[in-house]
Nanobody, 126 residues
Framework: QVQVEESGGGLVQAGDSVMLSCVVSGRRTFDNYAMGWFRQAPGKEREEREC???????????YYTDSVTVRFTISRDNDKNTVYLQMNDVNPGDTDVYYC???????????????WGRGTQITVSS
């Protein structure tokens, strides 16, 4: 059974840096999977989750939504079955639940991913 576990969330102040980590267990093909981070704002439905960043299986191709480009960096360590999201200069608009996701195909829509974590809350105070 595949398990996806995020960590690193919490309450931070605007301008701070935060690193989210995601460890995937039970997925022997992790190094063949695209990984990424989605976020869901309070009151929004699952289908409205926003793709924040994605990274391909080898780590040499990444995607960022416009609002986080330059500030966030996604990376992965296939030896550790782990993906990271370095968040710099966070602002209150980054307040959301962040989900780690994985799947055999990359993309920016939620339904292409098969592995989902339970999410970790990031709250940014002004």
């Amino acid at each position: 059974q595949v398990q996806v576990e995020e960590s690193g969330g919490g309450l931070v102040q605007a301008g701070d840096s935060v690193m989210l980590s995601c460890v995937v267990s039970g997925r022997r093909t992790f190094d063949n999977y695209a990984m990424g981070w989605f976020r869901q704002a309070p009151g929004k439905e699952r289908e409205e989750r926003e793709c924040v960043a994605t990274i391909n299986y080898s780590g040499d191709t990444t995607y960022y939504t416009d609002s986080v480009t330059v500030r966030f960096t996604i990376s992965r360590d296939n030896d550790k079955n782990t993906v990271y999201l370095q968040m710099n200069d966070v602002n209150p608009g980054d307040t959301d639940v962040y989900y780690c996701i994985g799947g055999p195909f990359g993309g920016t829509t939620a339904d292409v991913y098969v592995d989902w974590g339970r999410g970790t809350q990031i709250t940014v105070s002004s």
